[in-house]
C-alpha cells in the first residue's frame, strides 16, 4: 500500500513535488516537476532538491507523530508537511484500532498499528466511501484479533 501526497513548497514558489512511500516497506520516491528527485545514501537518506540557481539542498524525510501514515520533509532545519493534517474526529475514528493492545498486548499491538496505518491512508484519499472502509478495517481489525487470540488460546492448551 502506497501513499501519494502532492504539494509545494515555500522555498520552491515555481515546483511542484509529489512524494510516494510504501507504507509497510518503508522505501519513498519524490518527484520535482515530474522528475525523479535523487536520494543520497548518507544517514538519513536525504533527497538531494535543486533550487533554481541549481544549488542543491538536502530534504530529509522524518516520521510525522501522531499521524504516522503522512511523513514531513526537513530542509535546512525547518519542517515541511507533505499532507494536510486529519481532522480530529479522524484521529479518533482512524486510532480505534490501537485500542486492541489493551487486551491483546504486542499481538494486539501489531495488528491495531497496521490497522490505524491503514485508516490513515483512506482518510487522505478523496473518495467518498473513505468512512466506509475505515469503518471496514475496523470490523475486520477486531475479527483477525479474535481468530489470533482464539488460536494462540488453542495452542496455550
Known amino acids: 500500500m502506497k ?26 520516491t519524490l518527484k520535482q516537476n515530474g522528475i525523479f528527485v535523487e536520494q ?4 538519513g537518506k536525504p533527497f538531494l532538491i535543486k533550487r533554481a540557481n541549481q544549488e542543491i539542498v538536502k530534504a530529509f524525510p522524518k ?3 501522531p499521524d504516522i501514515s503522512a511523513q514531513i520533509l526537513n530542509i535546512d532545519g525547518k519542517k515541511y508537511r507533505m499532507a ?17 493492545v489493551l487486551g491483546g498486548g504486542a499481538i494486539g499491538g501489531m495488528i491495531g498499528g ?8 483512506f482518510f487522505r484519499e478523496s473518495q467518498k466511501n473513505k468512512y466506509f472502509k475505515v469503518i471496514g478495517v475496523n470490523i475486520l481489525c477486531a475479527i483477525i484479533y479474535l481468530i489470533a487470540a482464539g488460536f494462540l488460546y488453542k495452542l496455550a492448551q
Open 84 to 100: 494536510d493534517k486529519l481532522k480530529w474526529y479522524e484521529y479518533i475514528v482512524g486510532g480505534m484500532p490501537l485500542l486492541i
Open 40 to 43: 543520497s545514501k548518507e544517514k
Open 63 to 65: 516520521m510525522n507523530i
Open 3 to 28: 501513499n501519494t501526497f502532492k504539494f509545494t513548497l515555500p522555498d520552491f514558489p515555481n515546483d511542484e513535488f509529489e512524494f510516494e512511500n510504501n507504507i509497510f516497506s518503508g522505501k519513498s
Open 114 to 121: 497496521a490497522a490505524t496505518v491503514i485508516n490513515y491512508t
